[in-house]
């Protein structure tokens, strides 16, 4: 069983950025998509990003964070990485990453098996 654990919220201006880290355990994640939902009260998890397995493929966003947001992983160090510049207040949420159930991404949640704690992001006006 594969724990993950994400780290680097918190609170940030409006135009500032944050990055954040999530860790896996208990298995090697090489062969798996990663992905990045967020979440705020009372409204769905939604889906903000993913990666699969390869490198060389380039991730699929959210068309909200496009273009502002990046995911990048490390095999090596079993962690994959979420990049946020230019946030806005909306992207204001708990953030979790998840492991895919097979090498190829998804934005459903219903192709994570594994989610961590999530990280609170709070984005200021």
């Known amino acids: 069983q594969v724990q993950l654990a994400e780290s680097g919220g918190g609170l940030v201006q409006a135009g500032g950025s944050l990055r954040l880290s999530c860790a896996a355990s208990?298995?090697?994640?090489?062969?798996?998509?990663m992905a990045w939902f967020r979440q705020t009260p009372g409204k769905e998890r939604e889906f903000v990003g993913c990666i699969i397995w390869s490198s060389g493929i380039t991730p699929a966003y959210a068309d909200s964070v496009k273009g502002r947001f990046t995911i990048s992983r490390d095999n090596a160090k079993n962690t994959v990485y979420l990049q946020m510049n230019s946030l806005k207040p909306e992207d204001t949420a708990v953030y979790y990453c998840a492991i895919g159930r097979g090498p190829y991404g998804s934005r459903s949640t219903d192709d994570y098996y594994s989610w961590g704690q999530g990280t609170q992001v709070t984005v200021s006006r």
């Open positions: 208990g298995r090697t994640f090489s062969n798996y998509a």
